[in-house]
């Protein structure tokens, strides 16, 4: 099995920075790409961005320029930076995870508010 735990979330001012990490540990012989999405209330999960082992990354247009998404594979550990932060951006982040020829897996997600 997988296990994802992240961590970073909270509440922030618009305008405001926050990070976010999360630890993958577990059955993963062979990882693939790692990212993060997110949902807000009474919308659909979606994708903020992600990162495979080699770094090339996929952001959705509506972070591009405020988030910044890196990875350790070493230690199997994602960030991402939130900057610039907008009340749109609230919502709960997930971490995830592909493990080649095992599946995707997901955290139980964070927090994320932006109000003033």
């Known amino acids: 099995q997988v296990q994802l735990v992240e961590s970073g979330g909270g509440l922030v001012e618009p305008g405001g920075s926050l990070r976010l990490s999360c630890a993958a540990s577990?059955?993963?012989?062979?990882?693939?790409?790692m990212g993060w999405y997110r949902q807000a209330p009474g919308k659909q999960r979606g994708l903020v961005v992600t990162?495979?082992?080699?770094?090339?990354?996929n952001y959705a247009d509506s972070v591009k320029g405020r988030f910044t998404i890196s990875r350790d594979n070493a230690k199997n550990t994602v960030y991402l930076q939130l900057n610039s932060l907008k009340p749109e951006d609230t919502a709960v982040y997930y971490c995830?995870?592909?493990?080649?020829?095992?599946?995707?897996?997901w955290g139980q997600g964070t927090q994320v508010t932006v109000s003033s």
């Open positions: 995830m995870v592909t493990v080649v020829r095992t599946g995707t897996y």
């Open positions: 577990g059955s993963i012989f062979s990882p693939g790409a």
């Open positions: 990162i495979t082992t080699g770094g090339t990354t």
